[in-house]
């Protein structure tokens, strides 16, 4: 057989054959489905809109063991331009009109920034930028302004496609911010923003959808329960939950102290919040409140927070000496004149010990009665934002009734508690910082996550006036390379661009919500493929933290109406009665108290052998510091089954492998004060 000449390729064709392979490397993966081939494209867009810079299918279903995929934001503010007056965060997330209408600057900002009030307050400088949004964007949204609309529905998309499934959208407002920022367009009550806030959500739920053709099916799925989540994320799709983080809930607010909320007020804001779809919140932020003390700000912004307290309370924040190693931020004493002129004359912000790191202002009793409105409702606790005080009684009461709705969402705990939240079967996030940064801190704390084999989350916080990763530089040794793959390999992502802007996390650094898989790529670069296949498994650990509170069933105390015995009981006078029985009356406001000296006991009966294997002692503030719990089935043997020489009183959960008892008993070896050992109430469980 004759063999046909060679002809030499004409450029165009290798030109064709190079682009080819190109798109082989670098080109989507292909649909999992031709039948559904481009679903994630809407029908049709606003105009004018921006771009999304990314190519290919988001990925469905679930890995082979039936778990979900994806990173979770569990922090964000898509609607904080609603709150705070309406005019502390300029432009919104979304509108009819498309781009140009939805990104416009706040009225007072024109023409050049210089009634920017709070963009000069929290960036410094003159506050002025050009206000013009669409087309050039040339002076925000930015990584350090923080008065700049970062959420709009189209940079949320973008960080959807790049794999993002789980977003917390936390309502947010504040209402002595409002009140005293120069410039608003509506009243500053804060559960009325709350509502409002919600109600946008929704609608742009609506008019996600409506691009796609109608109801359900957009993107965007607002989600109640973490069945739903499941399904919408099995779907491709994003999963979004409402939070609540706000200073006075439900008008839980304190005045010199005094609480202006009853517990009537508390079940109904829960009550409403949770028709609202609301699943996860904090109970204090910022200010103290009539539920709990806060973890304080530091520096300049503290100094400021702190005068917005006298404002709001009539009190500044309170220090005393931490009783354990965790501790609350410094507080600082730097100044702030504009928000220090706002005080009465003759007042000032106090001074504070160096080595009282704690807010003196715990969780309150109504705060208490909060935190159990929570559980009962199946709803997640924020512990991020309570003093340690407060989250350590927090802890405590979850810890006594086995609950696992506990979420750290942006780095506002103290981190030396992260085994205690995984301990519970909470999940931790941290805060949308630097690649570096983060990175660092996922190493610290991935020992933790692989012994709980859990997954890793961040909270970005963005329209939450906190301040985002600023660039690297161009000149960084390891920049992000555009275009890169998304991290489950079926996507393209290109700069984003916005109008007649194109971002670089490079150069510009995380300047908005689009820019989440940017700063992703970026943390794989720094911080290793270990540090984002964590974060690739957030969404199956958030949805079975959340899935867990769901099914927890409070379990039943043995103990309560049970008959009990003491060595001694204390005698203050005829109507007052500190026996054994007050110990397991199910009434936390009556108490057993021993005589004072050292080796006392309580001992309950429960009637008959059980299954033991958990115990639980209220104590008042005459707690044992030295005890052992021991166990009987015949009340003569008795078996210790755990001690401590450490105890710190409040509110202590024991648990050890389950024995079968009739029996339970408290017995006190050291006291940890001049009184005896007393006793609100003691839990005895199965499990």
């Known amino acids: 057989m004759t063999r046909p000449p060679h002809r030499r390729r004409k450029p165009y064709a290798v030109l064709s054959l190079l682009l080819a392979v190109v798109a082989m490397v670098l080109g989507p993966a292909p649909s999992s489905s031709a039948s559904d081939a481009g679903w994630w494209n809407p029908v049709a867009r606003p105009a004018p809109d921006s771009e999304i810079n990314v190519t290919g299918e988001p990925f469905k279903g679930t890995d082979a063991q039936g778990r979900v995929r994806g990173f979770v934001d569990a922090h964000d503010h898509i609607m904080s331009n609603e709150g705070f007056g309406g005019r502390l965060i300029c432009g919104k997330p979304f509108s009819d009109l498309g781009v140009a209408d939805a990104l416009k600057d706040c009225p007072e900002h024109y023409p050049d920034g210089t009634l920017a009030v709070f963009d000069f307050i929290t960036k410094g400088g003159d506050g002025k930028h050009d206000p013009n949004g669409w087309p050039t964007f040339k002076d925000w949204p930015a990584h350090d302004s923080l008065t700049h609309q970062q959420n709009y529905y189209a ?10 499934r789980v977003l917390v959208n936390d309502l947010v407002t504040n209402g002595v911010i409002c009140s005293v920022y120069f410039f608003k367009d509506r009243g500053c009550d804060e559960m009325t923003a709350i509502r409002l806030e919600a109600q946008k959500t929704y609608d742009m739920q609506a008019f996600i959808d409506k691009m796609y053709g109608g109801p359900g099916k957009g993107w965007f799925r607002i989600v109640t329960d973490s069945a739903q989540a499941r399904d919408v994320i099995k779907q491709g799709k994003l999963a979004v939950i409402l939070g609540v983080e706000t200073s006075e809930p439900f008008g839980c607010k304190q005045i010199l102290d005094v609480g202006q909320c009853s517990k009537a ?12 779809g609301v699943r996860s919140m904090f109970l204090c932020h910022k200010f103290d409140n009539a539920l709990c003390g806060v973890r304080f700000d530091e520096g300049a912004l503290g100094t400021a927070i702190n005068v917005g307290q006298f404002l709001s309370t009539g009190t500044f924040w309170k220090t005393e000496q931490c009783t354990g190693p965790q501790h609350d931020n410094p507080i600082g004493l730097a100044a702030a004149p504009a928000a ?42 924020e512990i991020d934002h309570m003093g340690v005080k407060a989250a350590g009684r927090a802890f405590d009461i979850l810890e006594s009734e086995s609950y696992p709705g506990v979420i750290s969402s942006h780095s506002w705990m103290d981190l030396d508690w992260t085994e205690r939240v995984y301990k519970l079967g909470g999940f931790v996030a941290s805060y949308m910082s630097g690649a570096e940064g983060f990175s660092a801190e996922a190493k610290r704390t991935d020992a933790l996550r692989d012994k709980y ?18 660039p690297r530089g161009a000149d960084t040794p390891n920049p992000v390379r555009y275009p890169f793959r998304s991290t489950d390999g079926g996507s393209v ?20 919500y689009g820019l989440v898989p940017d700063w992703i790529e970026d943390i794989r670069i720094v911080g290793g493929q270990g540090v984002v296949d ?11 933290t959340w899935g867990a509170s769901e099914k927890h069933k409070a379990g039943v105390n043995l103990a309560t109406g049970s008959a009990a015995s003491a060595s001694t009981s204390q005698w203050w006078n005829p109507f007052v009665d500190f026996s054994p029985g007050r110990a397991v009356d199910g009434d936390s406001g009556s108490r057993w108290a021993s005589e004072w000296s050292d080796d006392q006991w309580l001992r309950v009966d429960l009637g008959s052998a059980n299954l033991v294997g958990r115990v639980t002692l209220d104590w008042e503030r005459a707690y044992g510091k030295a005890y052992r719990i021991e166990v ?27 024995v079968p008892a009739r029996y339970v008993r408290v017995h006190g070896v ?18």
């Open 155 to 164: 940079w949320v998309e973008r960080a959807w496609r790049g794999g993002q």
């Open 265 to 276: 007020d508390i079940d109904r804001g829960l009550d409403e919040l949770h028709r609202l």
């Open 340 to 381: 220090q002129k706002e005080l009465p004359p003759g007042v000032s912000v106090p001074s504070y010990a160096a080595d009282a790191r704690c807010n003196s202002r715990g969780l309150t009793e109504l705060g208490e009665y909060a935190v159990r409105g929570l559980m009962k409702r199946k709803m997640m606790l």
């Open 453 to 470: 084999n859990v997954g890793y989350g961040y909270g970005t916080d963005m329209n939450g006036v906190g301040g985002w990763p600023g």
């Open 493 to 512: 992502i290109d700069k984003q661009t916005t109008g007649s802007r194109t971002w670089d996390l490079n150069t510009d650094g995380a300047a908005h």
């Open 534 to 544: 964590d974060l690739f498994k957030g969404a199956e650990s958030y949805l079975t």
């Open 632 to 658: 009987s089935t015949d009340g003569s043997t008795w078996q210790n089954v755990w001690s401590t020489t450490a105890g710190d009183g409040g509110l202590d959960t024991v648990r050890f492998a389950g």
């Open 670 to 687: 050291q006291r940890a004060t001049e009184w005896g050992y007393s006793l609100h109430e003691v839990g005895v469980y199965s499990s």
